[in-house]
């Protein structure tokens, strides 16, 4: 939709409503890094996930100065492209997905340091997209130690799910099925589980076509020396679905 304005948005911070001052199309570039899970466990879908994700590239740094890296989480997170605006260069590294035989995944060590990476460059527009199945997590991280740099950073954590659910209970896997259930719904990201992997290409242009046409709502906050709990964005307009993600801004304004 192109014609959005401050009436079709509503704004809370622990449920007080806030003004909506203006409404406009995010145009910054973004920063993204697509996590790619090419653990054993994802040997049967490796061919799709690397389709899926050069269109996905290809859509991303078609007429933008989007930066966008790739990192693998078999054995240990492994950059294979460092972020770039550069589509050859990222397309190197989607083109070294292969999976690696025996291994398990680390995930959530993967996303600790993106969000590292993302908050030593100071990271204005961070965007997460965790390509993973629900093989073995071997991180040993809890699930509030992954979130809190999330939103610590500001990323938006968006999460595609390959192939059947897990029966693992370990705590490993209770803490990755929280943090891939709570991550994108406290980040403004969006989950996806798909049983077929032949869906994934169609699946990351939804969600190219979703970040391309992002808007930057900005709104009114009375000063304190107290933040928030949470922030919510909703929408007003019937058949519209709003998620948010906040962005840091000088006192007196914030924007999702």
Do not use: W
Not at 224 to 234: M, N, Q
């Amino acid at each position: 939709m192109e014609d959005l304005g401050p009436s079709d948005f509503q704004i809370r911070e622990d449920n007080v409503p806030r003004e909506v001052l203006r409404v406009e199309p995010a145009t910054e570039p973004m920063q993204i890094a697509i996590m790619v899970d090419n653990s054993q466990a994802a040997r049967d879908y490796i061919r799709d996930i690397r389709v899926g994700v050069e269109s996905f590239v290809t859509d991303m740094t078609n007429g933008s100065m989007n930066q966008i890296s790739i990192v693998a989480l078999a054995e240990r997170p492994t950059i294979l492209a460092d972020l770039s605006p550069d589509r050859e260069q990222i397309l190197k590294g989607v083109r070294r997905i292969f999976e690696q035989a025996g291994s398990g995944m680390y995930l959530l060590d993967g996303v600790i340091e993106v969000c590292r990476g993302f908050n030593k460059r100071e990271t204005p527009r961070p965007v997460i997209v965790a390509i993973t199945t629900e093989g073995p997590e071997y991180s040993s991280r809890r699930y509030e130690d992954v979130l809190k740099p999330l939103k610590d950073v500001g990323a938006m954590f968006n999460v595609l799910v390959l192939g059947p659910p897990s029966n693992d209970i370990s705590e490993d896997a209770r803490n990755r099925s929280a943090v891939l259930d709570q991550g994108p719904r406290t980040t403004g990201g969006a989950r996806e589980s798909l049983l077929a992997t032949s869906a994934l290409p169609a699946a990351l242009k939804r969600l190219a076509n979703g970040l391309r046409h992002q808007y930057r709502v900005t709104y009114a906050r009375p000063q304190s020396l107290i933040p928030p709990e949470r922030a919510t964005v909703s929408a007003t307009r019937p058949g519209l679905t709003a998620r948010g993600t906040l962005v840091k801004e000088p006192p007196q304004e914030r924007k999702r």
